[in-house]
């Protein structure tokens, strides 16, 4: 059997685990084998923590002979974790040169959590520089490829976690989304991908992009696994001020999958120009699906969308200019070989250790905070950001959900775009609103468009996370999308 | 022709908070810690730690505010202060921009005529300290490196904002010391200037008498004592009417105070100003005070200087004067209040003036502060019930408390083991009296042609025999009762 576990549900790997068919250490030997196998081409992991993980199993196994039947959730399973999330005894780099070496004194929250529910970090994802990108392309240290087609992004910001769960090299993995960085790199490597309601999971110890936008969240290769990720994560936390202290509930998964009574809105401006044809097709098509379950669908309109685009940048830029600022090369990271005073090791520094998208975004966030341009940008951003909660609060008066394209077009080829951050930003239309409206959404798998992964996208109510993963969950039961593999020559060859 | 000039004055003071923990973390507060030892990652700033609001330091400085008879914003917020500096370490510091918690407050202060001036407070807002660089030489310039100390970082502070009502270096004065009073009664603050706990700027232009347009003004920074908020105010205050009278302009800039050379020095003009890219801090929800919570501190602060003092002045029949300086410092309202209470009321007065005229003399001797004092109210009330019975005499007195404050031993005590016990016997103390009136004819003689003071010398004779001991009064009546049986001898 081992050797076989990365076509294994978290939740499978679990029960053998419990049932005493497959031991700990078996399962982390067979995920150490497979990324080992399939790594040189995916290049998912900055950092496959080996030696930590075959540790943690062992102890899982001692715990487990010895009678504790004390387990959380995820005892047994491997889990990858994005580079921007805090882990002691692991580097934290978020693939930036400025944290290359760098190693947290403390775990974050959410990593506390998959300790305790009994999961095997097995090492941390490749990722856009400080979250920052949709390709993955951004990262200081190595490409992410998309494990369906080897010469195309994987998509990003999560661009790692969603490559080894694609790959089959971990069944779960935590990504970090602040305009789509979970939901667009899942549906970009055809897996499953949550981007939870604002406040639900603990941002402490992530290191903040947008404070306001950022959300921890699975991704998986099917909704009970990313659900039970979900569950472990989230809740109440009061070392992060904007958790809302809510607990989800438990969420069961059963009998005959039905959408009846479900109202669906279908937002017209996400639907429309800009997407691509293929795409089009295969969300229609589960939108006929979602029906033949005994959804109702209608068409709606969030009419401020237009602006989303522009107020997000400047909201988001705004906080990141800010948030890394810390990174000065005094206390940690990166410093540039020095020569002269503070103001010159702070621009060396900093100039050396940011790659060109961070340094960008940075200067943009800078400009539309200073002092007269404040008003033109990011008052305004702010007021668009209103009118965009407000379209979604009108919309949800009529509906339980919505449903558009987690993407506009499939993943694209590596370069193809590097030169164009306009093109680049643009394709996270359908998905920056949400995190404007700090609603929960969900990626799903929907189908294929010339052998590339198509992902809709099921946007809730605030902190109806769960329900939303029931009909997700219903969808999926249906349709078997997230079933099918890419198939990956374990040679390394391509 | 010469102009009469007025001089304008705000103030900016900060003032660090006296709670348990820092601002946004539970690491300690404490001054003088080993370098780097109270700081943990979120006030290092580590990558992904967050900030969380000490509900403890909320309520100080709503508690400040009341204080200062501010009103209190029902629903606040936090913003970002953005700068680089060393010691700052998330590159930028969360403060408060638009929405302070306290605003239109005032205080008012007694100038030495007597008259009463109201300094309106324009705003209190919660802020974070830094750390703190130790440069490696004399000063940054000369450093080859610089170290930073943490143990500050993440200090909550709060900075109290004036209005330019200040009309005067020694108003600006006046207006410190009664701020610092305040603040360490309702005990927010520990308020020491030594330690860095109390730092102010200081805003001063200067403007022809009569007019009602501000000039352009100047700011002081690095004004680390009262007296150099004084000395910086005068300088600044002559610098701008010399530029003035010279016919130049005053130039809007931010400068150095160099308390030493008794000279301010240009840090940075206005062109130059930072601009600090303030927005609201998203890591931090918008706090929301109700007016129960308000209440609930309200009821927390004790009796303030203002009316204590009246108190004083009205319940215990003390002079202005006394009052003052009694309500001048927290601990020394209380030693007061506390012998009082075990002395009681009609001995109010009695303790006003032994604390005043001895307490506060031996403290200046001995340059004590006032978290030393070193009596008990007990000891005190102790030696006034001793005098009440007539034990000891007032000059014995003076001669116990010294003994009181250096030994620590209560009255009664001392009075037994040094024998100091008034010597009331008739019978003795009149031997005595026939004794001296006998031994000293010529002033008896003087006595006799009408000089009244004789008498007193003679019970001064009758104190040196019992040294100190006789009551004074008996021994006049007795002294008095003798001359006159030598009279008809
Ligand atoms: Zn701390």
Known sequence: MSGMTHILSAARLNRLFLAGELSAVEIAESALSRIAKVEPQVGAFLHVAAEHVLDRAKKLDARRRAGDNEFGPLAGVPIAVKDNICTCGMETTCASRMLKGYVSPYDATVVERLRASGAMIIGKTNMDEFAMGSSGEASAFQTTRNPWDLERVPGGSSSGSAAAVAAGEVPLALGTDTGGSIRQPAAFTGVVGLKPTYGYVSRYGVVSFASSLDQVGPLGHDVEDVARLFEVIAGPDRRDATNAGRTPPELKFGGDPSLAGVRLGVPRELFGQGIDSGVKARVEEAIRQLEDLGATVEECSLPSTEYALSAYYVIALAEASSNLARYDGVRYGFRAAQTGGLTEMYSKTRGEGFGAEVKRRIMLGTYVLSSGHYDAYYRKAQQVRTLVVRDFERAFERFDALVTPTTPFTAWRIGEKIDDPMAMYLGDICTIPVNLAGLPAISVPCGFVDGLPVGMQLIGKHFADAQLLQMAWAYQKVTKHHESRPVLTEEGGR | ?489
């Open chain 2, 1 to 489: 022709m010469s102009t009469k000039w007025e001089t304008v004055i705000g103030l900016e003071v900060h003032v660090e908070l006296a709670t348990e923990t820092k601002v946004w973390c539970s690491c300690k507060n404490e001054f003088g810690a080993e370098p780097n030892t109270n700081v943990c990652p979120v006030c290092l700033a580590l990558p992904g730690s967050l900030p969380v609001l000490n509900a403890r330091a909320l309520e100080y400085t709503i508690k400040a505010g009341l204080a200062l008879n501010c009103k209190i914003q029902r629903r606040s917020k936090f913003d970002r202060k953005n700068y680089f500096y060393a010691d700052l370490p998330s590159g930028y510091q969360i403060s408060q921009f638009d929405l302070p918690l306290c605003y239109d407050g005032y205080v008012d202060i007694t100038l030495k005529d007597g008259t009463t001036r109201r300094i309106r407070i324009q705003r209190i807002h919660l802020e974070t300290d830094a750390g703190k660089l130790v440069h490696a030489g004399d000063d940054v310039a000369a450093a080859d490196f610089s170290l930073v100390d943490f143990n500050r970082a993440g200090v909550p502070l709060i900075e109290i904002v004036t209005e330019p009502d200040l009309r005067s270096a020694e108003e600006a004065g006046l207006f410190l010391e009664k701020l610092r009073s305040i603040l360490k009664y309702s005990g927010v603050s520990d308020v020491k200037m030594e330690e860095g706990s109390m730092r102010c700027d200081v805003n001063v232009s200067v403007r022809p008498a009569g007019s009602t347009e501000f000039g352009v003004r100047s700011e002081l920074k690095n004004v680390n004592s009262f007296s150099a908020a004084v000395r910086g105010i005068e300088y600044e205050q002559k610098r701008h009417i010399r530029i003035l009278e010279e016919g130049g302009q005053v130039e809007q800039e931010t400068r150095s105070w160099r308390d030493a050379q008794g000279i301010s020095v240009l840090l940075r003009s206005k062109e130059d100003a930072e601009d600090y890219r303030y927005f609201p801090e998203p890591d931090l929800p918008p706090v929301e005070v109700t007016t129960e919570e308000i209440e609930r501190i309200r009821a927390t602060l004790p009796e303030l200087p203002d009316a204590l003092m009246q108190r004083l002045m009205t319940e215990y029949g003390l002079s202005a004067y006394d009052a003052s300086v009694i309500v001048a410092e927290r601990e020394y309202a209380q030693w007061f209040l506390q012998a009082v209470e075990l002395a009681g009321a009609d001995q109010a007065k009695a303790v006003a003036n032994w604390q005043i005229n001895e307490l506060y003399r031996v403290m200046n001797e001995k340059e004590l502060g006032p978290d030393q004092i070193p009596l008990t109210p007990e000891q005190l009330v102790g030696m006034l019930k001793l005098m009440e019975k007539g034990t000891i005499t007032g000059k014995i007195a003076k001669t116990v408390f010294d003994k009181m404050v250096e030994t620590g031993k209560d009255a009664e005590t001392i009075v037994k083991d040094e024998g100091l016990t008034q010597v009331a016997d008739e019978g003795e103390l009149l031997a005595i009296a026939r004794e001296v009136v006998a031994a000293n004819p010529k002033v008896f003689e003087d006595w006799k042609s009408g000089k009244q003071s004789a008498a007193q010398w003679f019970v001064g004779q009758i104190m040196k025999r019992t040294r100190g001991r006789a009551n004074p009064q008996l021994a006049l009546k007795l002294v008095t009762q003798a001359l006159e049986e030598q009279a008809q001898k």
